[in-house]
């Protein structure tokens, strides 16, 4: 059957539009780029310092005063000491990232010392109930005198001191006194018990006695010297005696 001249015009018609977009048919638009990420800024030096306490090691007084420096004075005037010497005990260098601000660093000083059997003594603070708070009591208790073979208790001994000057027996105190400090400051420098070359000494002037009361160590120190003082006191009385006189001789009657 012949097609006629109007149908096949159609049919051009329909071909030609079908192969363009219909009016108001969406275009297929070219995809958009995934929206950056916001950029944060890098932490500076200072900013990841601050998220840290660092101690360069030295002795309580030391380490107290860095805590004020970097947690500010509220926090240093909470802080209470007992039962320590905060210049004797010789605290080490310590690296705190501080995840739970200044109690981070109780809990670090804390578990330092239980691992050498409390010999820098501990920390007690209050916990708020409410994460975050701060502080509300601070307690710093020195370490515990410790020693199975007594060397942390008193102990008294007495040395006779008759025959000394008044003047060499001033200087014997003065020398078992200077003595005593440097032992203290050579333990402490070690971290051991500083308390057990502490002590005293005093002369009974009825008796002549020089009584020795105070620590183990200390006790040992003054018996050492005193040995040495009579050692040297014998020297000088052997050298001070007058020499042995001749008996005169006496005429013979004829």
């Known amino acids: ?47 990841v310092e601050a998220q840290f306490f660092q101690f360069g090691g030295g002795n309580l007084n030391q380490f107290i005063t860095k805590l004020r ?16 010497d905060a210049n004797r005990i010789q605290v080490p260098k310590m690296r705190v990232w501080l995840a739970d601000g200044v109690r981070t660093v109780f809990a670090t000083y804390n578990r330092i010392s239980n691992e050498g059997d409390g010999f820098l003594g501990k920390w007690i603070h ?20 410790s020693g199975a073979d007594g060397a942390a208790g008193i102990q008294v001994r007495a040395f006779s001191v008759r025959g000394i000057s008044t003047d060499r027996l001033k200087a014997l105190e003065e020398l078992i006194h200077d003595q005593s400090r440097r032992l203290q400051e050579d333990i402490a420098e070690r971290s051991g018990d500083a308390a057990s070359a502490e002590g005293r000494v ?7 006695l020089l009584i020795a009361s105070g620590g183990k160590t200390y ?30 001789k006496v005429a013979e009657p004829r």
């Open 202 to 208: 005093s002369v009974h002037q009825g008796t002549g």
């Open 1 to 47: 059957m012949k097609i006629s001249v109007h149908t096949g015009w159609l049919i051009v018609a329909l071909m030609v539009s079908g192969s363009r977009e219909a009016p108001g048919q969406a275009t297929k638009e070219p995809a958009k780029p995934a929206p950056e990420r916001p950029k944060t800024a890098t932490n500076t030096t200072a900013e």
């Open 126 to 145: 209050s916990r708020a109930p409410i994460v975050g708070a701060p502080v509300e009591t601070i307690i710093f208790v020195g370490p515990k005198a």
């Open 69 to 84: 420096d970097q947690f500010g004075k509220e926090m240093f005037e909470l802080i209470e000491i007992r039962g320590a």
């Open 219 to 248: 006790v040992e120190l003054v018996g050492t010297l005193m040995d040495a003082f009579r050692t040297l006191q014998e020297k000088i009385n052997s050298n001070e005696s007058p020499p042995l006189q001749a008996k005169p």
